[in-house]
Structures are given as structure tokens and as C-alpha cells.
């Protein structure tokens, strides 16, 4: 009996994995055979914006060869399209792509890609071809953003594999956390020496990004986190080598800035400028700021830690915002920890932060992490929005998080989601990650499926696009015997 059962489960899990043609993120409207295919042999695309065919034209030889179909730009109809709105019909006659914005041709192409196979019975690819059917889409948050670490060990093929995935599966924005590899020419010793993250590298994803249509963010800590290592690694990326540089941080552990220095203060600065002109002036800067621990400097204990705490991020504000950008940072310091209207959340803060908090210019995005599922509601998203703050809920891995709080921000109205991923780059983690992120920021009513061959295919499609002969730079595992975590099969 039980062998009955587990076939049927079987057979149930094949069918809803393979039951037809399958976009990420699931469109918000899609009617698509699994039987009638057509060849992929001429694309006609209506954008006013007049690089959308040049850019169509690049990408379809790039993916298809020889095999490219032949792009016809026709005559957009004015309407009531959104940005990011497509619209894309497939049939006998060819394929036609609708969009007001080079955006909204991107991800049509995306969503084709997906479902655009080899023709069959041959033993080589002999042309393409695509099913039937009809495509409506347009994405249900504004912000639908990705959280990448660069760390150390971080090489930066991984980081190019993770931003190229992210824009296929139609995010908007990338933030990229330095930690002690970004190669500094305002302060070299700031960061370990061997850093992978040079400006010639930060500027040659930028490119691929921005190809892509997708937005990089840098991220450089100001507050706790100064270190630019994991507390429990016990590290300082600028101390360890250079032990000149003391006063510019607290004296416990380093862990974090003093604020009550004006050096440490023009430095974050100028770091802040630095990174903002090698990712091209973004509209977006992450200054970090969570799990920040107490003052252990005596300078800094001689004033109101309330007011020294706004004043830091006021100035650090105007910074960002006299080039352009929008600060953003992580929540938790400004909650003080303990008060009973955020038990099972995350509030890292003290009396102090929360009171420099009330302070703070509106014009600040709020990244509310939270790493479960709540059963109800989240009284910490509802806190910021209500204090007058554009938010951004932040989940991580747990996939019933992720779900309920993509939801729950489109529900409220918030800001949008940035998923974060910290050092989970391969794996099921990986995997599930990426593909229930990018369903809920785009389509948070659509369930989001099995996720696990659609994500290696979609893998394997950015490898090409790389160029990849390596290996370590496929799959979802550097090789196929990993010691942790082991491969389920």
C-alpha cells in the first residue's frame, strides 16, 4: 500500500512539474499550450522607445545564433500600458512582442526565453521554436529588489551569475555589500588588500546590469558592522593590518564606528562618494546600520547617545542625497529591544536609538528584515509605514516567509521586498530563494510551484551567457561531492 501511495505522489509531482510551458515569475495572465508549438522564426516588436529593437536584435543572436529570428519593428498604439507592463502573443505567423518602455520588451524576451525549446528530433539544435498562446503581464511591487554579499572569498563570476539571474527573473535592483573587498582609492587600507571587488569588476557588472535592466545598489556599513567581517570570525578587515587607524572606531572589538569623531565621519563620507560614482550614481545607497552594540568610548558616552546617533545619520543622509540617491538601511537598531509590541521580531535597539529615530528626514527606506513567517501580521512593517516611511520588507531562505511577507507588502502598499541571500550563493537554498523571491515580487497572489529543474535550466541559460568552460561555475554546487550541505540525491 504504501508503495501505491508513494508512485501516485510520484506521478502527481511529475505532472505539476512538467505540465507545460512554466514562466518565473508566474505571469499575472497566461494562456499557453503544451501540445501546439510553433517555429520561433520572426518576432515583431511595438515600443516607442527606439532602442528596444537594437536590444531585441543584440540578445536574440546572442542566445539563438544562427538560429535568430528575424526582428520587425512595428508601430507601438498609445495606451494604457504600465512601464514595466508587456504584452506577448505567440502563433503561425510569428511571435509579437507589446511594451511602452524598453523594460517591458526585456522581460517579454525574458518570459520567451523560458518557454522557447529546440526543435525537436534532430541530434543538434536546428532552430527554435515556442508554444502557442498569449502573455499579459506587469509586475505587482515597484521595488522588487536582491541582497548580494561580496565577500572575501566572494569571486566575481559569482556575483555576475547572481545579478544576471536576478534580471531574468524580472528584479529591479541588486544591492551589493562590500565586506572587505571593495578596493578603496579613498582609503586602500579599509578592506583587505587581495579584495575582488575592484572598480574595473564593479563597473564591468554594472554594465552586464544595466544591459539587463537591472539596478545596482552599493552598501557600505556606518554604524555597527564596521568591522566588514562576521562578529563570530572575529575579523577587521582594516584593524588586523593597519592597527594606526584605532581611533576611527570603538574601542569594543572595533564592531563599531565612533561616532563622536569627526574623522570616522568625513571618512564614511568620502567612502559613501567613492562607491556611489563607481556604480554610476545610483538612485539608491544602503548604509546598512543593524546590530550595532553600545557606545564603549568615552567620548561617545559624554553625550545623549540619542542625539549622537541622529546627528551621524542626518549627516550621512545629506551626503546621499546631495548626489542624487536615496538612503536606505536595516531597521532593527531603530526599535528598542525588549518592548513588548515587537516580541518575535527583531529589535536590536536601545531607549536611545529609538528616540534618535523619531528625528530622522522621511525621505529614508526603511529594509525591515525578518527571517520567519508571521501568523498574522507584522507590527514592524505597519510601525515604519505609519511613522511616514517608504519600507521594504526583507525576507531570507524560509520560503513561507518569503511568501507571506511579499504578500503582506503588496497588501499594505509598502515600498516593495529586497530578499536577501547573505552566503546561501548555491544549493537548495539558492534555489528556492531565488525562484519564490522572484514570484512573490512580481506576482504575490500566484503560488510559486516547484522550482528546482526550471531554476537549472534558467542557470544553465546565464552560464552561456557568460561563457562559462569552468565546471565549479555551473550547476548549483562548485562540484558534485559537497561536504556541506550533502546532495539529497
Not at 33 to 48: F, G, I, R
Not at 86 to 114: N, P
Not at 261 to 278: F, G, M, S, T
Not at 336 to 354: C, E, L, M, V
Request: hydrophobic fraction near 40%; proline fraction near 6%; charged fraction near 20%.
Amino acid at each position: 500500500m504504501k508503495k501505491i501511495v508513494l508512485l501516485f505522489c510520484c506521478i502527481l509531482f511529475s505532472a505539476s512539474l512538467f505540465a507545460g510551458p512554466t514562466i518565473c515569475p508566474t505571469p499575472v495572465k497566461a494562456e499557453l499550450s503544451a501540445t501546439v508549438y510553433h517555429p520561433l522564426s520572426k518576432v515583431e516588436v511595438a515600443c516607442p522607445d527606439k532602442d528596444a529593437a537594437e536590444w531585441v536584435e543584440k540578445h536574440l543572436e546572442e542566445w539563438y545564433g544562427e538560429f535568430a529570428p528575424k526582428v520587425v519593428k512595428t508601430k507601438f498604439k498609445a495606451g494604457q500600458m504600465g512601464k514595466e507592463e508587456y504584452g506577448l502573443k505567440m502563433g503561425k505567423d510569428g511571435v509579437e512582442v507589446v511594451a511602452s518602455s524598453l523594460q517591458g520588451v526585456r522581460y517579454a524576451f525574458y518570459s520567451l526565453r523560458q518557454i522557447a525549446i529546440p526543435k525537436r528530433g534532430t541530434k543538434a539544435v536546428s532552430g527554435w521554436i515556442v508554444p502557442e498562446g498569449t502573455v499579459q503581464d506587469s509586475p505587482g511591487m515597484d521595488f522588487r529588489g536582491i541582497h548580494i554579499c561580496w565577500f572575501h572569498e566572494t569571486e566575481a563570476w559569482e556575483v555576475e551569475r547572481l545579478v544576471r539571474l536576478a534580471a531574468y527573473y524580472k528584479l529591479n535592483y541588486a544591492v551589493i555589500e562590500s565586506w572587505g573587498s571593495f578596493r578603496s582609492d579613498v582609503a586602500p587600507w579599509y578592506g583587505w588588500p587581495d579584495g575582488s571587488m575592484t572598480k574595473e569588476e564593479v563597473a564591468r557588472i554594472k554594465g552586464i546590469a544595466d544591459d539587463l535592466g537591472i539596478t545596482l545598489i552599493p552598501q557600505i556599513n556606518v554604524f555597527g558592522h564596521a568591522t566588514m567581517a562576521r562578529s563570530a570570525a572575529g575579523k577587521h578587515a582594516a584593524l588586523d593590518l593597519n592597527p594606526e587607524y584605532q581611533p576611527l572606531f570603538e574601542p569594543l572589538g572595533g564592531w563599531n564606528w565612533c561616532l563622536s569623531n569627526p574623522e570616522a565621519r568625513k571618512l564614511i563620507q568620502d567612502l559613501i562618494v567613492e562607491q556611489l560614482e563607481a556604480f554610476g550614481n545610483p538612485p539608491y545607497f544602503h548604509i546598512g546600520c543593524d546590530e550595532a552594540i553600545e557606545p564603549s568610548c568615552p567620548d561617545c558616552l559624554a553625550r545623549p547617545y540619542s542625539e549622537l546617533f541622529l546627528e551621524h545619520i542626518k549627516a550621512i543622509n545629506e551626503t546621499i542625497s546631495s548626489h542624487g540617491a536615496r538612503t536606505m538601511m536595516w531597521h532593527d537598531m531603530l526599535l528598542k529591544g525588549g518592548d513588548p509590541r515587537w516580541s518575535g521580531f527583531y529589535a536590536n535597539g536601545s531607549a536611545q536609538t529609538a528616540e534618535g529615530f523619531k528625528g530622522f528626514p522621511k525621505d529614508i527606506v526603511i529594509c525591515d528584515w525578518f527571517y520567519g513567517e508571521a501568523k498574522q501580521a507584522y507590527p514592524t512593517l505597519d510601525y515604519f509605514k505609519e511613522s511616514g516611511f517608504d519600507v521594504l520588507t526583507c525576507p531570507w531562505l524560509n520560503q513561507g516567509g518569503i511568501v507571506s511577507q511579499g504578500k503582506y507588502a503588496h497588501e499594505k502598499g509598502l515600498h516593495g521586498i529586497l530578499g536577501t541571500l547573505w552566503h546561501h550563493y548555491f544549493g537548495a537554498d539558492l534555489v528556492n530563494t531565488s525562484f519564490t523571491l522572484a514570484n512573490v515580487a512580481w506576482n504575490p497572489e500566484t503560488p510559486v510551484g516547484n522550482p528546482s529543474y526550471h531554476v537549472y535550466n534558467h542557470l544553465r541559460q546565464v552560464g552561456w551567457d557568460m561563457g562559462v568552460t569552468d565546471h565549479r561555475h555551473t550547476g548549483i554546487y562548485y562540484g558534485e561531492i559537497p561536504s556541506e550541505p550533502e546532495l539529497d540525491n
